[in-house]
C-alpha cells in the first residue's frame, strides 16, 4: 500500500507514534522515526521494524527548535531524495488548573505540540511541493474539541492543530497534497497507565464503546489517511475516540 514512500513519523519512539511506524513499515514505507527524549527506545523500534521485514532510520530532532527542524528534514531529503508521508504525532502534557498554570507549563505543551507541528510542515511541504505530491497527517486530540479540565494548554495545543490542519488543507491542496487531521481519544498509551483507576473508570463511563482504544487501532487511521484510497480526503479530522465525540 505504502511502497516507495519515505514517511517522517515524529514522536515515534513510543505509544502512537511508534504504532504508526510500524504499521507504515508493515505497509512498505521507509519509515524515518522521529524521537527526542530515548535513544534506547527509538533504536527498539527501528528494531522491531528491521525484524518484521521493513526498513527504518532514526533521527533526534526537538520538533520545538525551527531551526533543527529545518536542517533534520533537509537532512532526510538529502539521504532519501524525497518526504511522501509526514505524521505530526510529537506530543507533551504538562498538566495543572488553570488558575496555577505557570507560563513555562503553557509554553513547553504549546511549543512541543503547535510549533512543532508548524515547524515540520514548513520544512517538510516545501519538498512535497516540489513533487506536487504529499500526505499530511497531525495528531489532535479529542480535547482539542471538547475541552478538558486541568489541560488548557494541551486542549488549546490540540485545537491550535486542528486549525492549522484546515489553513494547511486550503493551502497545498493545488499541489496535490492533503493534510488531515487525528483527534484520539482514550489510547492505551504511558499518558493513560499512569491514570488511577478511578480516572480510568471515570473514563470509560464517558465512552459509549465503553473502553479505551489501542495505539494500533489510530496507526490504521494514520495508514489510511497516508494511502492512495484517501486521496481525496483534506482538511478533516477523524475521530478515533470510541464515539466520546458524535
Avoid at 530515548?38 to 528491521?50: F, Y
Avoid at 510529537?90 to 511549543?111: C, H, P
Avoid at 487531521?181 to 480516572?199: K, R, W, Y
Wanted: with cysteine; hydrophobic share 45%.
Amino acid at each position: 500500500m505504502l511502497e516507495g514512500k519515505v514517511a517522517v513519523v515524529t514522536g515515534a519512539s513510543r505509544g502512537i507514534g511508534r504504532a504508526i511506524a510500524r504499521r507504515m513499515a508493515a505497509m512498505g514505507a521507509f519509515v524515518v522515526i522521529n524521537y527526542n527524549g530515548s535513544t534506547e527506545r527509538a533504536k527498539q523500534v527501528k528494531q522491531e521494524i528491521e525484524a518484521e521485514g521493513g526498513s527504518a532510520a532514526v533521527y533526534q530532532c526537538d520538533v520545538s527548535d525551527y531551526e533543527k527542524c529545518e536542517a533534520f528534514l533537509k537532512d532526510v531529503v538529502t539521504e532519501y531524495g524525497h518526504i511522501d508521508i509526514l505524521v505530526n504525532n510529537a506530543g507533551v502534557t504538562q498538566d495543572g488548573l488553570l488558575m496555577k498554570m505557570s507560563e513555562e507549563a503553557f509554553d513547553r505543551v504549546i511549543d512541543t505540540n503547535l510549533k512543532g507541528t508548524f515547524n515540520t510542515i514548513r520544512f517538510a511541504s516545501r519538498q512535497m511541493l516540489k513533487q506536487r505530491s504529499g500526505r499530511i497527517i497531525n495528531m489532535s486530540s479529542v480535547v482539542g474539541v471538547t475541552g478538558n479540565a486541568g489541560q488548557a494548554n494541551y486542549a488549546a495545543s490540540k485545537a491550535g492543530i486542528i486549525g492549522l490542519t484546515k489553513a494547511a488543507a486550503r493551502e497545498l491542496a493545488s499541489r496535490g497534497i492533503t493534510v488531515n487531521a487525528i483527534a484520539p481519544g482514550f489510547i492505551e498509551t504511558d499518558m493513560t497507565n499512569v491514570l488511577s483507576q478511578q480516572v480510568r473508570d471515570a473514563s470509560v463511563a464517558q465512552i459509549p464503546l465503553g473502553r479505551f482504544g489501542k495505539p494500533e487501532q489510530v496507526a490504521a487511521a494514520a495508514v489510511f489517511l497516508a494511502s492512495e484510497d484517501a486521496g481525496y480526503i483534506t482538511g478533516q479530522v477523524l475521530h478515533v475516540d470510541g464515539g466520546m465525540v458524535m
